[in-house]
């Protein structure tokens, strides 16, 4: 290749096909993690026939933070990409951008590059067959022993001996040698075309483009099914007894609280306030009121105003749970749990001497609220059970009809019964610690075979393969249902089945996709640089990466010849059960 020819190796290079929308061309650039994208578009491409299509290319390109240029030898094409303000090249070399003072001249005169110097080689010196058959050295052998009789493997070796001492050395005219030289040099480099030529190879290790793909089917469960569409639905119903212990949260501290000395600070200009039972709590959550109204003086960070004031400790702490003798603590910070955060650094408390005088003596007794909090546990737990045992029910139901049933868990078929729950009532008020609650529930519901709408599922995904493609796998976990109608009372009901499999693109030569795809791609790389080569196949939509080597692996280039090119799938295959 010249040297007055660049490479563009770091560049982002699209091909656009003659017939390609304008549509597809920006919705293979959008998938690009590329910024500078170069278009290379063929004469007479639709892409370059309006230069509103240009345009609006241009500015949604722009919304998504992409430029491109146009590289192509369409004279009008050129024109029309300069008035949409895009960049216009007419040859790889993209320092040779197109202007409106140069879009008057050939652009075919662009494309003009010099013959690749094995394209100009005289094959007038290649070797030619001898003229009579080489003579191996059982023929010699034989040949020996006609002429005589006595002839042995020692008499042999003492001729080549013989041969060999009285051998005179051989001289060539300059002529002669010339010609040898130049023979041999000719021969040297015809051996170097045949190996540049037959030798070199590529193997391109390609990774398909994979998809997930969904089929959606419509299902009828009955109990007694007549088309194909159809399966057995299987009824099932259980009940289940459960005992509750619930703790009783009534507390009442019979105790005394701790009390003590607490003086407020305030460093704000203003004087702040506080009405009597205003909340003073520690980080540990205990806390203590004021007794009666007060005012803070205003003050100032350095000279704060201050004001000390008796508190009591409450029943319970910021949690709910009694204090008693745990508010008999040291010396402390106290902040206003009632303020907002950002100001309570301005108006705190501070104790220098302990709270004194807290005692425990708590009491349980059983409230309203324990029963309503015990009933409603006890019906979130009787259903969790129930529907663990329906379950339960139905893999024994399909162990016993060897299936591999599965229940249809959805509002609509699993019909709860009423939660029948025995609450203690005469324990309420009383000074207890916990007390039992009953309760009953019934669920009923209906089950499938999973394995027969698994195959009923797959047959309908693989009906629908894309053509260049193949599902390779069907994910049996990805089942999932919705039910559109249900007859409880007759049992029927109708539902719609999802699938999901993975479809990728045919890679492989054996494949019809595949045969195409090696046949595109070997025509479009041969003879081109590595990088060229990886550019183009990696914008293929087929292709999600793609691994290039080469033999020998100096070479720079593909293989001109296409059938030196191999092609591999990274594809495991196809893998459905």
């Given at each position: 290749m010249s040297d007055s020819i660049k490479k563009v190796s770091k560049k982002k290079i699209l091909f656009v096909q003659i017939d390609e929308e304008i549509t597809s061309v920006f919705t293979k650039i959008e998938k690009l993690p590329y910024k500078e994208i170069y278009l290379v578009v063929p004469k007479r491409a639709v892409l370059l026939q309006s230069v509103v299509n240009?345009?609006?290319?241009?500015?949604?390109?722009?919304?998504?933070?992409?430029?491109?240029?146009?590289?192509?030898?369409?004279?009008?094409?050129?024109?029309?990409?300069?008035?949409?303000?895009?960049?216009?090249?007419?040859?790889?070399?993209?320092?040779?951008?197109?202007?409106?003072?140069?879009?008057?001249?050939?652009?075919?005169?662009?494309?003009?590059?010099?013959?690749?110097?094995t394209q100009n080689d005289v094959e007038e010196n290649l070797p030619s067959r001898l003229p009579k058959k080489k003579s191996s050295i059982f023929e010699v052998v034989r040949d020996l022993k006609h002429k005589d009789k006595g002839f042995s493997l020692r008499s042999y070796m003492a001729d080549m001996k013989k041969n060999r001492l009285e051998r005179q050395p051989i001289h060539l005219s300059p002529g002669k040698k010339k010609w040898l030289a130049a023979f041999l040099l000719v021969?040297?480099?015809?051996?170097?075309?045949?190996?540049?030529?037959?030798?070199?190879?590529?193997?391109?290790i390609i990774e398909p483009t994979a998809d997930v793909v969904s089929k959606g089917v419509n299902v009828n469960l009955d109990a007694t099914p007549n088309d194909e569409d159809s399966l057995v639905a299987y009824p099932l119903e259980t009940e289940v007894s459960q005992t509750l212990t619930h703790a009783a949260t009534g507390i009442e501290n019979i105790g005394t609280n701790a009390s003590g000395t607490l003086t407020i600070v305030n460093e704000e200009s203003i004087s702040h306030p506080l009405v009597a039972q205003t909340r003073f709590q520690t980080e540990n959550g205990i806390v203590f009121r004021i007794q009666e109204d007060v005012t803070v003086p205003g003050g100032t960070p350095e000279n704060p105003g201050k004001l000390e004031v008796t508190v009591v400790a409450d029943d319970t702490d910021a949690s709910g749970v009694p204090v008693g003798d745990r508010g008999n603590i040291e010396p402390s910070r106290f902040f206003l749990p009632a303020l907002l955060e950002d100001t309570r650094d301005s108006l705190y408390g501070v104790s220098t001497t302990p709270m004194t005088g807290g005692t425990s003596d708590i009491l349980t007794r059983v409230s309203e609220e324990d029963f309503v909090a015990a009933q409603a546990q006890l019906e979130a737990e009787l259903k969790e059970t129930v529907l663990a045992n329906l379950r339960k029910e139905v893999l024994s139901l399909g162990n016993s009809k060897g299936l591999n049933l599965k229940l249809v868990?959805?509002?609509?078929?699993?019909?709860?019964?009423?939660?029948?729950?025995?609450?203690?009532?005469?324990?309420?008020?009383?000074?207890?610690?916990?007390?039992?609650?009953?309760?009953?529930?019934?669920?009923?519901?209906?089950?499938?075979?999973?394995?027969?709408?698994?195959?009923?599922l797959k047959t309908e995904l693989l009906s629908v393969q894309t053509p260049g493609k193949q599902i390779i796998s069907v994910d049996k976990d990805s089942i999932s249902l919705s039910v559109l109608e249900a007859n409880v009372p007759a049992g029927q009901y109708k539902i719609t089945a999802q699938i999901q499999g993975v479809e990728e693109y045919e890679i492989d030569a054996d494949l019809e996709g595949g045969a195409e795809l090696n046949k595109k791609i070997k025509e479009h790389i041969a003879g081109k640089t590595i990088e060229e080569a990886e550019a183009y196949i990696q914008n293929l939509p087929e292709v999600n990466s793609v691994e290039i080597k080469v033999w020998p692996v100096w070479s720079p280039t593909i293989p001109s010849l296409p059938d030196n090119i191999k092609i591999k799938s990274l594809s495991e295959g196809v893998q459905i059960e």
């Amino acid at each position: 290749m010249s040297d007055s020819i660049k490479k563009v190796s770091k560049k982002k290079i699209l091909f656009v096909q003659i017939d390609e929308e304008i549509t597809s061309v920006f919705t293979k650039i959008e998938k690009l993690p590329y910024k500078e994208i170069y278009l290379v578009v063929p004469k007479r491409a639709v892409l370059l026939q309006s230069v509103v299509n240009l345009k609006i290319l241009k500015q949604k390109l722009e919304e998504i933070d992409k430029n491109i240029a146009i590289i192509t030898n369409d004279p009008n094409g050129m024109k029309l990409a300069l008035q949409a303000e895009l960049k216009v090249f007419d040859q790889w070399d993209l320092g040779s951008e197109l202007t409106p003072e140069k879009e008057e001249r050939d652009p075919n005169s662009a494309l003009v590059k010099p013959i690749a110097a094995t394209q100009n080689d005289v094959e007038e010196n290649l070797p030619s067959r001898l003229p009579k058959k080489k003579s191996s050295i059982f023929e010699v052998v034989r040949d020996l022993k006609h002429k005589d009789k006595g002839f042995s493997l020692r008499s042999y070796m003492a001729d080549m001996k013989k041969n060999r001492l009285e051998r005179q050395p051989i001289h060539l005219s300059p002529g002669k040698k010339k010609w040898l030289a130049a023979f041999l040099l000719v021969s040297a480099v015809v051996f170097f075309i045949v190996i540049y030529v037959a030798l070199p190879g590529a193997t391109l290790i390609i990774e398909p483009t994979a998809d997930v793909v969904s089929k959606g089917v419509n299902v009828n469960l009955d109990a007694t099914p007549n088309d194909e569409d159809s399966l057995v639905a299987y009824p099932l119903e259980t009940e289940v007894s459960q005992t509750l212990t619930h703790a009783a949260t009534g507390i009442e501290n019979i105790g005394t609280n701790a009390s003590g000395t607490l003086t407020i600070v305030n460093e704000e200009s203003i004087s702040h306030p506080l009405v009597a039972q205003t909340r003073f709590q520690t980080e540990n959550g205990i806390v203590f009121r004021i007794q009666e109204d007060v005012t803070v003086p205003g003050g100032t960070p350095e000279n704060p105003g201050k004001l000390e004031v008796t508190v009591v400790a409450d029943d319970t702490d910021a949690s709910g749970v009694p204090v008693g003798d745990r508010g008999n603590i040291e010396p402390s910070r106290f902040f206003l749990p009632a303020l907002l955060e950002d100001t309570r650094d301005s108006l705190y408390g501070v104790s220098t001497t302990p709270m004194t005088g807290g005692t425990s003596d708590i009491l349980t007794r059983v409230s309203e609220e324990d029963f309503v909090a015990a009933q409603a546990q006890l019906e979130a737990e009787l259903k969790e059970t129930v529907l663990a045992n329906l379950r339960k029910e139905v893999l024994s139901l399909g162990n016993s009809k060897g299936l591999n049933l599965k229940l249809v868990e959805d509002t609509a078929t699993l019909q709860f019964g009423t939660v029948e729950v025995d609450l203690p009532y005469e324990l309420l008020g009383q000074e207890v610690d916990t007390f039992e609650v009953k309760g009953t529930l019934t669920l009923s519901g209906v089950a499938y075979d999973s394995d027969a709408l698994y195959e009923l599922l797959k047959t309908e995904l693989l009906s629908v393969q894309t053509p260049g493609k193949q599902i390779i796998s069907v994910d049996k976990d990805s089942i999932s249902l919705s039910v559109l109608e249900a007859n409880v009372p007759a049992g029927q009901y109708k539902i719609t089945a999802q699938i999901q499999g993975v479809e990728e693109y045919e890679i492989d030569a054996d494949l019809e996709g595949g045969a195409e795809l090696n046949k595109k791609i070997k025509e479009h790389i041969a003879g081109k640089t590595i990088e060229e080569a990886e550019a183009y196949i990696q914008n293929l939509p087929e292709v999600n990466s793609v691994e290039i080597k080469v033999w020998p692996v100096w070479s720079p280039t593909i293989p001109s010849l296409p059938d030196n090119i191999k092609i591999k799938s990274l594809s495991e295959g196809v893998q459905i059960e």
